[in-house]
């Protein structure tokens, strides 16, 4: 095994190896682009944060270029209608942030992605309202990185226990068929179940690792379309995770399905394939690159 920064890096050799074996190439049609639109998708990025920075609330400090301009437009930043703050900040509902699964090729930008814009307006608008963070700049800059950061996060674990799966089972399209026969399908509607656990590991982690408000960050989240809201169902007002366990079982039973409605027998008690301990924790082990998009690619 390589170095601990590098796990991820061997659950894709496994994938790669599985799918050398098999008669179909890993698959060639990637439908994030269709989720998130050309524009963005294809649109310039570069990383952030490098390998070399542990991700975590001290390390994201000012002394970043990047950071220290957000600093600076922040001041200027008027107060943003509140309709725009939904609008801007439903990750990949409003092309705000989103995770590219390094099944799909050209694998060169897997990991993380966030728009500069929806993350200079989450964090004007947690500088504005969020009452852990009110009137501290760096802190909501913080902040509304964690809050893009930890759910797309959780897409990454979601994926990692998909390769686990195909590891394991010697079947290398359990991933691609889950992710274009399911959540394609059932994206931005009810059905939804993994945008909801991703709401739902974000929320269980929002005071800890974001230091965002938990009632506020509740509120917030139950603004957000169908799937994203739906958040609540598996959450609990104690901060227990279990309701989340119960959530990523069936989740995890339409992954090996491939089928939004397995049958509930087919829940397997499998949910501790996908790791939902502390973000911070996740991050320092599961090495996961991010990418910041500024301006869309014009698409003639
Ligand atoms: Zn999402």
Not at 20 to 37: A, D, G, K, M, W
Not at 89 to 100: D, G, I, P, V
Request: contains cysteine; proline residues 5%.
């Amino acid at each position: 095994m390589n170095s601990k920064e590098d796990i991820s890096l061997d659950i894709i050799n496994a994938v790669d190896i599985l799918y050398q074996h098999s008669s179909e190439n890993l698959n060639s049609y990637n439908p994030v682009s269709e989720i998130i639109t050309p524009e963005w998708h294809y649109s310039d990025s570069f990383q952030i944060f490098d390998n070399n920075i542990q991700i975590n609330w001290d390390n994201l400090g000012g002394e970043f270029d990047l950071i220290k301009t957000m600093i600076n437009s922040l001041e200027k930043k008027a107060t943003i209608p509140d309709d725009a703050i939904i609008v801007g900040a439903e990750f990949e509902r409003s092309f705000c942030s989103w995770y590219q699964p390094y099944h799909y090729l050209p694998r060169q930008k897997w990991g993380v992605h966030l728009r500069y814009d929806s993350w200079m307006r989450v964090s004007a608008h947690f500088y504005h309202n969020c009452p852990s963070l009110l009137g501290r700049k760096l802190d909501s800059i913080k902040s509304a990185f964690l809050y893009l950061y930890v759910h797309e996060l959780f897409h990454n674990s979601v994926e990692n226990a998909a390769s686990i799966m195909e590891i394991l089972l010697g079947k290398p399209h359990i991933y691609a068929k889950y992710y274009s026969e399911v959540y394609s399908n059932v994206f931005n509607s009810s059905n939804c179940i993994e945008e909801a656990l991703s709401n739902g590991y974000l929320f269980l982690w929002a005071e800890e690792c974001c230091h965002i408000n938990r009632d506020f960050l509740k509120d917030e989240l139950l603004k957000q379309g169908p799937g994203y809201h739906d958040f609540i169902k598996y959450s609990s007002s104690s901060g227990s995770s279990s309701n989340l366990s119960k959530g990523n079982r069936i989740l995890l039973s339409q992954i090996r399905h491939g089928d939004l409605n397995p049958a509930t027998t087919a829940y397997d008690p499998i949910e501790q394939l996908i790791d939902i301990s502390n973000p911070i924790q996740y991050s320092s082990i599961y090495n996961v690159p991010i990418w910041l998009h500024r301006k869309p690619k014009p698409v003639y």
